[in-house]
């Protein structure tokens, strides 16, 4: 039986398990009209039983999936002839793939080894076997544990008070999945990160003003110096992030402000939906209008002007990710400014305030938090893009404030470190984790710093 088919197996018998707990409730409390005998109402005695009847066949389900492939594999490396197991762990993982791609049509059985279309033909016969066995032991664990929370339903059952403490236990290991999951990211991050400064000192990484991470491999080798200093990636990161939001922040919020304020019902009913599109496109499709619109254009104005910029600059890049931008500034602050109470608004019309003034004075510092908050956001999504700089900024690590030359960003250092095959004990490949832990920490320091703008100057309305 394959696994969607026993998941819907299981899910039509926790619907039969709701009906039958729900009906033996009603039945102990004498029909509908002794309802108030019951401690709970009938559908918790019915969702109860679902419950119980699903979770532990769930759980079942998993394990078994988690350790049947494991299972399988060693009993096919056994079975093979005694000089698979003499083989290298290496050489052992190549023989078990091919195995694996023959089970998997991928690789023709007669055009392997007759040992590996033996060991094919067995893992495909112990699969069967496993599905029919993980299918069976799923639904008896289902039915008894059915079964038994039925043989338990009583009037005096709490049901009510049993399925809130299993719904709080479910939301509390989805909470502490979220959390270890951070956690495994920072510890990894931060691990890798510590194994490359014992190869290369923090002081040079940090302020180093040379990148070249690409190492030489015989002594003779010319152009692969391996400088690991990462300034010119933070200045190049920096100066994209701050052509970007000098772009997307005055835009975005004057567009907030007039729609929010200014603009009648129709108008922002159309203008903000086609606002917000901008954000649901492609980042790799504003890389190719950077890349073949933006650049060339800049290009051509600057010739016109006397001034050489490059074919790949960091201006190109900068605009066009403010324009990408936009959306998230536009639409927090336009949250936040449509929450400010009216009778704020009414108070400040009332002293004989103007629109204008009401907007500066009374409006904007009760939405600033809320607006701070966009435009931090608005400043990771800045940091963390890729594909704009890629294509419209270039590779090249030079340490200028020229935003006319080319530019790279941490981002894509580390995507172009990463690419291919690595060897993880390179400070090549490290220096991508290092500059991880960098953009981890910059993204630390302006939640901190949002944290503590909304606190210094949130309010509270009744």
Known sequence: MQ??????????????????????SLRLAGGPRGIRRLHSLPSYYGLLTAIWC????????????????????????????????????????????????????NVPAASVSPEIAAAAERWQRLESLSRIGAAVLALCVALAGGWITLLRISPALRARNRVEQLIRIALLSC???AILTTVGIILSVLYESVQF????PVTEFIFGTQWSPQLAIRADQVGSSGAFGAVPLFAGTLLISLIAMGISVPVGLFSAIYLSEYANRGFRAITKPVLE?????????YGFFAALTVAPLLRVTGERFGLDVASESALAAGVVMGIMIIPFVSSLADDMITAVPQALRDG???????????????????????????????????????????????LSANLTANPLEAVTTVTVQIVTLLVGDQEFDSPKTLAAFALGLMLFLVTLLLNVIALQVVRRYREQYE
């Not at 400064?197 to 290369?200: A, D, I, M, S, T």
Request: aromatic letters at 4%; charged letters at 15%.
């Open 175 to 177: 909470s502490m999945i």
């Open 348 to 394: 400040s019309y009332g002293l004989g305030a103007t629109r204008s003034e009401t907007i500066r004075k009374v409006v904007l510092p009760a939405a600033l938090p809320g607006i701070v908050g966009g435009v931090l956001l608005a400043v990771s999504r800045a940091i963390g893009e890729t594909m704009i700089v890629v294509m419209a900024a270039g």
């Open 54 to 105: 699903g979770l532990p066949a769930l759980v079942v389900v998993l394990g078994w999936q988690a350790l049947d492939d494991r299972i399988i594999a060693g009993d096919v490396v056994r079975s093979m002839p005694g000089a698979v197991m003499e083989l290298s762990p290496g050489e052992l993982s190549l023989v078990v793939n091919d195995v694996r791609n023959v089970v998997a049509g």
């Open 197 to 200: 400064f014992r190869l290369v």
């Open 277 to 285: 599109v901008l954000a649901g496109i492609p980042t790799v499709v």
């Open 3 to 24: 696994t969607s088919t026993l998941l819907l197996a299981l899910l039509l018998l926790m619907a039969l398990a709701y009906r039958f707990g729900r009906a033996r």
